[in-house]
Structure formats: C-alpha cells, structure tokens
C-alpha cells in the first residue's frame, strides 16, 4: 500500500462521489470516514463521509492520518488542504442537470429548502466554479488530477477503474472495485 499520498474523493455534491469511495474501498484502498451519516434512499449504500474535512481550514490534523486512505471531500474544501502533503485527486464530473435534478430530489425527501436561485444560475454558478477550481489544481505542485465521468462510470466500470488503477500506482483491485459499481443506482438521468 503506498502511504506517501493522500487520495481525494472530490465533486460537486450529487456527483457519484460516494459511489467512488465504494470503488476505492472494495479495491483495497483503506477509507477514512466516521460512518456518521447513515445510509438512506438517496446512498442506499452510504456517504463514506469523515466530519473532520469540514473544519479543515481550521484543523487539517487529520491530514496526518490519512496518508495511504481515501476520503471524500466536496470540491469547495479541498481549497483548505495544508501544502505539506501529496494528493491525487479524483474528480467526479456528471452532468449538471443530473446533479441538479439529484439535489431536489434529495432535499424534497428531507424536507429541506435548496438554493434561493433557480437551476439555470445554480448550474451557471457550478460551471464558473469548477473552472476557478480547474485552474487552481492545475497549478499546485502537490496535487494530481484524474477526471472521471459519472456516466463512463456506470457503463464502463473495469475500463474506468483501470484508469484509476494507473494514477493511484497500481494499488487497485480493478475487478473488485468495477464490480460495486450499481448501475440502478443512475436514477437522474438527463
């Protein structure tokens, strides 16, 4: 297992990153996350989520810990990684209709309000700040970035985790990791 770098789960939030944990878990990666948030009918099979992220700006500690494990973090926080160590990034992308549609569906279920602004400006804003984020990455020494479509991902799991077998080092357990990958689970198709 290679514990020199960290592995982020990254995208905008609806985008498969919880589906991506599943893969990294089932292919030998150790996850850190805290079981916190329990599964329900939006991630029948769980969100992998690790509070800590949430307050790295504040207290990157757990940085320390997760050398050789992947966690999940929403693309906005990863901004807040310390400098001191070495990322690969994997960055679900998936069509913003279909997160949009996802996060509606989500929030009517929890009986909680979305953005005060509607899905053409929402997906406008998305884009701007993928673009911001895009650049930023682009420039860090320290992090890698590999893209994955969520779409490729359900239709074409092994060829999509040889992907990601080759830019984590090839530490993946390719046939265990494509074979989690539920595609009843692709439910916000646009």
Known sequence: MNETFITIVSGLPRSGTSMMMQVMKAGGIPVLTDNLRKEDRDNPKG??????????????????????????????????????????????????????????????RSGRQGAKIGDRKLADLFRTQLSEFDEWIAAKKNFSILNINYKDMITSPREQCIRINDFLGKILNVEASSAVVDSDLYRNRA
Do not use: C, N
């Open 47 to 108: 969100y992998f989520e690790f509070e800590p992220v949430k307050k790295t700006k504040e207290d990157p500690s757990w940085a320390s810990m997760a050398q050789g494990k992947a966690v999940k973090m929403i693309y906005r926080l990863v901004y807040d990684l310390p400098d001191s160590y070495e990322y690969r990034v994997i960055f679900m992308r998936r069509d913003l209709d279909e997160v949009l549609a996802s996060q509606k569906k989500m929030l009517h």
